[in-house]
């Protein structure tokens, strides 16, 4: 079977109760299929930091999720979601 696995996986989100627990587990995922299981402990522990600070700093708690493979690992980047604004 020849599956295709992106390089990149995006998201948009609210940080909940238990969000961290479900963004380790489509980390670890990723990183099963790219191959780079050794890669995970570190990248979780990093995701979960971030979830932190988001908690801590961004009021309605929403963010983005932006993970890439990259040749020598992988980067992981988070961006606060601001709310649109109508206009009127």
Do not use: K
């Not at 983005?64 to 040749?71: D, N, Y």
């Amino acid at each position: 079977m020849n599956e295709y696995i992106p390089a990149q996986y995006a998201m948009r989100l609210t940080v909940g109760e238990h969000a961290p627990r479900h963004i380790r587990r489509i980390v670890r995922s990723f990183l099963a299929e790219w191959r780079m299981p050794e890669l995970s402990d570190a990248v979780e522990l990093g995701v979960t930091e971030l979830l932190a600070n988001v908690v801590r700093h961004v009021p309605d708690r929403r963010c983005a999720l932006l993970l890439l493979r990259q040749p020598a690992g992988v980067r992981v980047e988070w961006f606060e979601c601001v709310a649109e604004s109508v206009l009127t």
